[in-house]
């Protein structure tokens, strides 16, 4: 009973910040710490219950890509999701050839917070002194490809912060439009690495999963992300992002005085 109640939180922790530029990945280290360690499977499990929410969510938005390709617009915008995708993969599995790990340590994670908050007041600044543009180009895609590797390697970054802002830097100063590629791109990025994480699992004979637990994480984080992201896309519409980036920060400077 407890350890359910445990995957509960963690599964509601994992559906509010998928998706709000706080760090999903981070604030699961965290919560690891007092609620108990899971498996790498679990971890992506969960992760890809809050991504099918973005699913539900942009499903008309998928069908008219899939259904209309002979519409140059949306041909354009699903190559420029393919290739920020493809950028991902080829830098994640350089990633993994090299050993990079995340580690898991309070440390780096309250680091990459307070850089990450700091990030977000520079680039408000530099989008107001931009008209807003919902533009997807391909310096947009592939700096978006780029900045998906930094959630996987550094923890606390947050793969929504890193793909809205490095869009947003990148020309595509709409934060709505933003949020919509940076969700989009997180479809495949984040189904693949769960296929990944289960054919690892599989290939050692399932050591120690609990998939009742898994099965409880991935619903609940999917609920939770589908009610966050609703929110967060009529937030962008009248607000900007720094409010997230002085909540970064706060939790940031907290997490380094708690860990001293």
Known sequence: MIETLHTVLLGIIEGITEFLPISSTGHLLIAEHWLGRRSDLFNIAIQ?????????????RLMQLALHLNVPANRDYLAKLMLAFAVTVAGGFAAKQIGLELPET??????????????????EAYVARHEPSSDVTWKVAFWVGVCQILAAVFPGTSRSAATIFAAMLAGLTSRPAAAEFAFLVGIPTMFAATGYEYLKARAAGYPDENWYQIAVGFIVSGIVAFIAVKWLLRYVQTHRFTVFAWYRIIAGVALLMIAR
């Open 48 to 60: 890809a219950g809050a991504i099918l929410a973005v699913v539900v969510i942009y499903w008309l």
């Open 106 to 123: 309070v440390w780096p994670v309250a680091m990459a917070l307070i850089v990450g908050g700091l990030v977000i007041f520079v680039v």
